[in-house]
């Protein structure tokens, strides 16, 4: 099922919103700052090509809190706070993209999938997607 879930959502859009943040992460990784937040941007690329049958977890999640140095996790909050305002304007993008797929019954598998999309949005920094 969600592979049959997945070639519809490839074919009905899921290609053109992960092209557009893999082409956001691009555009981050021009800057040497901006490398880390584009390869989180990456990550969220491969779950919108294919959501169904992934997941997103943080890093700590899987490797457990005192397994991941304090070093990394400071540095991964200053540049979720870097990409904070772009955050902000793409939670916003997805909040209404949500609301419009909930209002129409044939959309609301694209309605969960945005709202399994938001905490990797707003703070991407420390977030990897992993299939169930």
């Not at 519809?8 to 691009?26: D, K, M, S």
């Not at 990784?29 to 491969?46: D, M, N, V």
Request: proline share 4%.
């Amino acid at each position: 099922m969600k592979t049959i879930g997945n070639v519809l959502w490839f074919l009905l859009g899921g290609w053109w919103t992960g092209t557009a943040y893999a082409l956001i992460g691009i555009l981050f990784c021009i800057t040497i700052i901006g490398i880390p937040i584009g390869t989180a941007l990456f990550q969220y690329a491969k779950l919108m090509y294919a959501p169904f049958g992934k997941e997103i977890v943080r890093e700590t999640d899987i490797k457990g809190k005192k397994n991941v140095s304090g070093i990394k996790k400071v540095f991964e909050t200053i540049l979720n706070i870097m990409w904070l305002p772009f955050g902000i304007l793409f939670v916003i993008m997805h909040l209404a993209c949500m609301i419009l797929c909930f209002i129409s019954i044939i959309m609301i598998p694209v309605g969960f999938v945005l709202l399994k999309a938001f905490k990797f949005v707003l703070w991407p920094m420390g977030a990897r997607v992993v299939s169930r």
